[in-house]
């Protein structure tokens, strides 16, 4: 919401009204998965170019790339001692 946000203000896009929801759904099997929904409501009174612009910047934004790779964790037990 906050690339949206970003991209309106930089196109001089006015948002009236802007409702986002997300549902998940995690498939366990060989290896977990999780699919997400994401249900985008921008009102109204958007042209369809605008529409667009704005859907296309949701799409592209860093928290969906980083969802959409592939994620390694690495995790490092400290004993309390500076690193």
């Given amino acids: 919401m906050l690339t949206m946000s970003a991209v309106a203000d ?3 896009i ?3 009204v802007v409702d986002v929801q997300i549902g998940y759904e995690i498939q366990a099997g060989r290896s977990w998965s999780t699919c997400f929904d ?3 409501d921008l009102g109204q009174k958007l042209t369809p170019r605008e529409r667009t ?3 296309n910047s949701a799409r592209g934004c860093e928290v969906s790339k980083l969802l959409s790779g ?6 490092i037990l400290a ?5």
């Fill in 10 to 12: 930089n196109k001089k």
């Fill in 14 to 16: 006015h948002l009236d």
């Fill in 38 to 40: 994401i249900r985008i």
């Fill in 53 to 55: 612009i704005l859907f």
């Fill in 70 to 75: 592939e994620n390694k964790f690495k995790y």
């Fill in 79 to 83: 004993n309390g001692d500076p690193e």
